[in-house]
């Protein structure tokens, strides 16, 4: 049996084992919804204060509360760590590391880089990984995709790599990941349709599209829309 079509089944019958890196609003958040839908997840963050708050039940994350939290945690279905060398035991691997503004206003991908450096140690063959971090068009081919095959694995052959834009909108009681429409681009055909197939296990709606520059576009088209709205409604009041 190919090693994806070995994937495939594995999502569909919620065998893979999944992680999170970067355990903040947007991390937490898609851990929670991908164990509801039955997977076992492994949340990673270096933060420790972040890791000890989750490890003794106390949410701060303000679309979950700490008692949904603690059904997340006593079945043992999420369990979180700060120690990266777990990636060679999963099989998807989502990025959700924070990408603040420098005081330049230019976007911060440090964490980014940072993360996926520290992830090449651990990689195996096989394996999806995602990045969903908010960033520029680009990142994932140009900056993800080069550090990834540094040790010899080639994207779209020896693992998948993809590029799907995080959509949360805190307190927002009607849109939440489920039913929000998730945009998915990779670096080859194939990485498109196991990264889809792996979402539309817990989102509803899912359009992939034609590659990891387009989805990223898609991201900054969105969040110009967001902020023209928001200026335009200041010079209201």
Known sequence: MPQTDCLEYKIEQRLARVGIIGLGYVGLSLAAIIVEAGFQVTGIDIDVDKIAQIKQVSSYVSDLSSKQLAQLTVT???TVTTDMAVISELDIICICAPTPLRKTRTLDISYIVTAVESMTKALKPNQLIILESCTYPD???EVVHPILEQDGLQ???DFSLAFSPERI???NQYYHIGNTPKVVGSVTHTCTKLATLFY???ISKVYPVSSSQAA???KLLGNTFRAVNIALAACRT
Do not use: N, R
């Open 76 to 78: 043992g279905h999420l």
């Open 139 to 141: 990142t994932t081919d």
């Open 155 to 157: 994207a779209g052959q």
């Open 169 to 171: 909108d805190p307190g």
């Open 200 to 202: 539309q296990q817990f």
């Open 216 to 218: 990223e576009t898609v």
